[in-house]
């Protein structure tokens, strides 16, 4: 992939929709309007899209839930909510390429007949905000939305801020909080395609995912699938951070080696410095050892190497990080994040933090590793969202690859790291 | 006799525009809440019962959800709210040693306001600014790639705005 085509990084940031319009841009909307609602879910089926905000459903199928014929309006909800430590790949579109966005959520309300779509977006994005507002005025006020888009259909966006808080990544708890409520997960089924946002039938996609719509539909199928492999299809967008040189968001197909993009792309690590691990996909992803990198970064490949591509938020850790305190870390925020409707999510997380206080103040006892193993157990798929199914793995991964850590941290000698 | 608002003609104005773009008024309690901490810099529950009533819905849907987000300011905030990213890239980049030089620097903890107003420093979880660690957040400003000396530079800016 020579151009980047979804954030359209280069050659420049946030066009105006002059020069959207200049490069290319609502190309998308005479491929869409010239095929039935129906069509387009079949296309986007075919493409093997998957969600890319990090649970990674078949797009297309999400889509195709929806009922036909509907009493209550239907809804097109963009999450736009990222906060998965390591991840920010949706914020370059939101403040690099809005529009992108807009003509993705026109073609998705089109394939299931609704008219009416939200950004929903987290309050710290103050800048994506203001910007995704602008760019939805412009589009209105060119015909690219509000009434008779493309002489034939109606579509309009409210852009909403939230107010600071993870889990209303979860979408139904987003759900909850565009009605104004605590962002709470809900019992499912229904689901939102059945019964989501003001009880009608409502699809919600991750930022990304949309944007990759109008692309399928202006280059086609065989180039799209031309990009990655069998059920990783498509561009990417990978954003990585931490202990590397050149840390930022690059457009890649699926596929591309991780090793690569570490070492090549990003710069590879300070000097002097060795690798210790990857998170491949966001925090709530499994870490992978420095012998488990050599691998291309589509769902399968991460998955088996024993972790997920989730977020596609890549952190690298060097050998100036302490383990116990990068869980620690995680744990404080996975804590921090639990709503607090359920349980084991709300009462473990907390004793789990607890636990790596007394560590990292060198309290830590012998009995609080198995201690912090059976707190996974009994939270691990005991709670109402994936919310707590996240802040399992760094502590099993930390316990499980650098023991030696955690017997220091008791022993006494605990962090000389800097973190 | 008619109460006061605690809020301005504009406020209102606006929290009834949001009220008008949206199915179910409920939907604009968050833009309406965030629309008041702006003028305001915190919401104290006279100025949430105004909402409430502005929007005609109980006063406890509006407790319930202006006490859930981490980005409602229910004590008073200083002029600038320095909200230093704690999680995990930033702190790897040196995102505590920041906090740790804040509360130094001013003289409070975190959590505090200086005696003069100007500045609260509150620990945030992750802004989704990782490729820019470490991220300092003030107001609704991401300020990246920060040192030591770039955040004693960027309070002395901040001082000298102030005084303005």
């Known amino acids: 992939m020579s151009e980047p085509m979804k954030t359209l990084l280069a050659p420049d940031r946030n066009p105006s929709l002059e020069k959207y319009l200049a490069r290319g841009g609502y190309a998308s909307y005479p491929e869409l309007f010239k095929r039935t609602p129906k069509e387009i879910v079949e296309l986007v089926i075919a493409s093997g899209l998957r969600g890319r905000g990090g649970a990674a459903f078949p797009t297309g199928k999400k889509w195709s839930f929806i009922p036909e014929k509907s009493l209550r309006p239907k809804y097109v909800v963009c999450n736009a909510d990222e906060g998965e430590p390591g991840t920010f790949k949706d914020r370059e579109i939101l403040e690099g390429n809005p529009h992108l966005l807009i003509e993705g959520m026109v073609a998705a309300g089109y394939s299931i007949g609704s008219h009416q779509g939200y950004i929903y977006i987290r309050g710290e994005f103050y800048a994506g905000y203001l910007r995704c507002l602008e760019a939805v005025n412009e589009a209105r006020a060119n015909g690219y939305l509000g009434k008779n888009i493309g002489g034939k259909f109606d579509f309009d966006i409210v852009v909403h801020r939230g107010a600071g808080a993870y889990i209303c990544g979860e979408e139904t708890a987003l759900l909850d909080s565009l009605e104004g409520r605590r962002g709470q997960p809900r019992l499912k089924p229904p689901f939102p395609a059945v019964e989501g946002l003001y009880r009608g039938p409502t699809i919600v996609n991750n930022v990304e995912t949309f944007t990759d719509v109008p692309v399928l539909l202006i280059n086609g199928l065989e180039w799209y699938k031309s990009f990655g492999c069998p059920n990783s299809f498509g561009p990417k967008l990978f954003a990585i951070s931490g202990n590397v040189l050149k840390p930022g968001v690059y457009e890649l197909p699926l596929g591309t080696s991780l090793k690569e993009l570490i070492f090549t792309r990003a710069g590879g690590l300070p000097k002097g410095r060795t690798l210790k691990a990857v998170i491949p996909g966001g925090s709530s992803t499994s870490l992978l050892t420095p012998d488990k990198i050599d691998i291309p970064i589509n769902y399968d490949s991460v998955a088996k190497a024993g972790s997920a591509l989730g977020s596609a938020g890549i952190i690298v850790i060097d050998d100036s990080n302490c383990m116990v305190m990068t869980a620690k870390i995680l744990s404080e925020f996975y804590h921090h994040e639990s709503c607090g409707k359920c349980t084991p999510c709300r009462e473990g997380l907390s004793w789990i933090e607890k636990i790596y206080h007394r560590l990292e103040s060198g309290e830590g006892q012998a009995k609080d590793v198995p201690l912090l193993l059976d707190l996974c157990d009994q939270i691990g798929g005991n709670t109402f969202c994936p919310l707590a199914d996240g802040a399992i793995p760094i502590v099993r991964d930390t316990i499980e690859n650098f023991p030696g850590e955690y017997e220091a941290h008791i022993a006494g000698n605990y962090c000389h790291h800097e973190a | ?164």
């Open chain 2, 1 to 164: 006799m008619k109460k006061k608002l605690p809020f301005s003609e504009n406020v209102r104005k606006d929290i009834l525009a949001a009220k008008a773009m949206y199915p179910l008024a409920q939907s604009a309690l968050i833009p309406a809440l965030l629309r008041v901490q702006e003028e305001n810099s915190r919401l104290d529950s006279d100025s949430m019962l105004a909402v409430a009533t502005l929007l005609g819905i109980p006063a406890i849907e509006v407790m319930k959800t202006g006490t859930f987000y981490t980005m409602f300011q229910h004590k008073p905030v200083g002029k600038y709210l320095l909200q230093v990213c704690v999680n995990l890239t930033c702190s790897m980049l040196g995102g505590r040693h920041l906090l740790d030089r804040l509360e130094k620097t001013l003289g409070i903890k975190r959590g505090e306001t200086t005696p003069d107003g100007l500045f609260s420093i509150v620990p945030v979880q992750c802004l989704a600014a990782c490729q820019e660690a470490p991220v300092v957040q003030v107001n609704e400003v991401f300020h990246p790639l920060l040192t030591e000396k770039k955040l004693d530079e960027l309070i002395a800016s901040l001082r000298s705005e102030a005084k303005k």
